[in-house]
């Protein structure tokens, strides 16, 4: 049986990454490794987890694309819902997120909306569908 366990971000620095969540969304740290190279955050009931560049760049031969907030963002989005679109907006473009779509409601009636964090990932702020 294939579970879904973890999104990693390849990030600058874990730690900074990791205290955006905690304070932009009120994720809980699960751990950062004592070299700060590899952290989590529970989110539910998979982990959100972090790596930095620098351990990333000796698993993976070859390379790969930064993310970045001078590039466009990848074709990828975290999603995240809340019954309080305003209100986890205003708290997450407090903590430094970037704000790319302002708050639209859908055709289905779901409200959705798009920012983009510290390390340019691109985030989907949206209400629960049903």
């Known amino acids: ?4 366990a973890y999104t990693i971000l390849y990030v600058q620095n874990v730690t900074t990454s990791i205290e955006f969540y905690e304070k932009a969304f009120g994720f809980s740290r699960k751990f950062i490794t004592p070299q700060n ?5 529970l989110v539910g009931e998979t982990s959100l ?3 930095s ?22 074709g990828m989005e975290i999603g995240l819902t809340t019954d ?3 209100e ?3 708290v997450a473009l407090e903590a430094g997120a970037r704000l790319l779509e302002k708050p639209t409601q859908k ?3 779901q409200t959705v909306a798009y920012l983009r964090d510290l390390d340019g990932f691109l ?7 049903g």
């Open 1 to 4: 049986m294939v579970k879904f």
């Open 84 to 86: 309080n679109i305003e």
């Open 37 to 41: 190279d590899y952290g989590e955050l």
């Open 107 to 109: 055709p289905w009636g």
């Open 88 to 90: 986890t907006m205003r």
């Open 53 to 74: 560049i620098d351990l990333v760049n000796t698993n993976i031969s070859g390379g790969f694309q930064n993310s970045s907030l001078t590039e466009k963002q990848f």
């Open 123 to 129: 985030v989907e702020v949206c209400t629960p569908m």
């Open 49 to 51: 987890a972090f790596t």
